[in-house]
């Protein structure tokens, strides 16, 4: 299935308003040094943000987890960055929560301290990791989710946040939460429903903790391509953002906001907000450069 959609991005890029890419880049002086991601630029304006604990199976760590915050917060405003594509490195997406981390956590619930005081911490800590997250919901630049193999727990938090999601044939998505004595907490609960739009699944998924491989991902519109490699992934998804990246970035930016919005809203919120943004954004050049 890789094929087509290569095929349709070289295609629909040949036919994009060059005149939207200057002829130079100029090099960011923003830093994206980290320990657990790995930030690259494979073309103008198209960042990579691959999440880089292999050894680990990409579980998210505290450090993680604050580096992906801080990288899309960074992204959001770098003039740069258009299009972002977040990855993983090693033989899977995500295992999900670091275990030790969750361990730390359960010290506090089993410690001596006030009930109140333990409940604030924990309120506290969760709001923290979930807001992480959000980043990439905020940012303005659309996010492209490349999943290989395994994607659990935290990692389908994750990548619900994201704007358009791809697979490979071995990839697998599951809500391992109840199998931990949990509710999910960071966003797929409230996520997953609106990007599937189906409740009964969503259910299923969240109530069994059973997976979900890519065929039936790709069915139910959690994914909207497969492939049989990372390597066909990542290149399609390398041909999807470069192509978004040739567009005016004010109109790329004013969709993925007003697509965010109105999901959030009802359809005639979401009619006031277009037009609110639109009676300044119609004015601008790229409109006559279209």
């Not at 040094?33 to 579980?59: G, I």
């Not at 999900?96 to 410690?111: E, P």
């Not at 969760?126 to 992480?132: G, S």
Request: charged share 20%; with cysteine.
């Amino acid at each position: 299935m890789s094929l087509p959609l290569t095929k349709l991005c070289s295609q629909l890029l040949s036919f994009s308003c060059r005149s939207y890419l200057p002829s130079f880049r100029l090099m960011s002086s923003i830093s994206y040094e980290y320990q657990a991601l790995n930030v690259t630029v494979p073309s103008p304006f198209v960042f990579n943000v691959e999440m880089n604990r292999p050894a680990k199976m990409n579980a998210l760590n505290k450090e993680m987890w604050s580096e992906i915050g801080d990288v899309f917060t960074k992204l959001d405003q770098d003039p740069n960055c258009r299009v972002v594509v977040l990855s993983a490195a090693g033989k899977m997406f995500s295992s999900g929560i670091d275990l030790s981390d969750l361990s730390q956590l359960a010290s506090v619930v089993y410690s001596e301290d006030d009930i109140a005081r333990k409940s604030m911490f924990m309120y506290e800590n969760i709001r923290h990791l979930q807001d992480l997250f959000t980043t990439i919901e905020k940012c303005k630049k659309p996010v492209i989710g490349c999943i290989h193999n395994a994607c659990v727990g935290a990692g389908v938090d994750l990548i619900t946040t994201t704007d358009i999601r791809l697979c490979t044939t071995d990839a697998w998505f599951c809500v391992k939460e109840v199998d931990m004595g949990l509710a999910a907490d960071v966003g797929t609960l409230q996520r997953l429903p609106k990007v599937i739009g189906s409740q009964s699944v969503v259910s299923d998924l969240c109530l069994t903790a059973r997976r979900m491989g890519s065929e039936e991902a790709e069915r139910c519109g959690l994914v909207s391509s497969v492939f049989q490699t990372k390597e066909e992934m990542m290149n399609a998804a390398m041909d999807m953002a470069t192509m978004i990246a040739a567009k005016s970035p004010v109109a790329v930016q004013g969709t993925k906001m007003n697509l965010v919005y109105s999901r959030e809203h009802s359809v005639e919120e979401g009619l006031d907000q277009v037009a609110k943004w639109n009676m300044t954004m119609l004015q601008s050049e790229d409109l006559m450069k279209s």
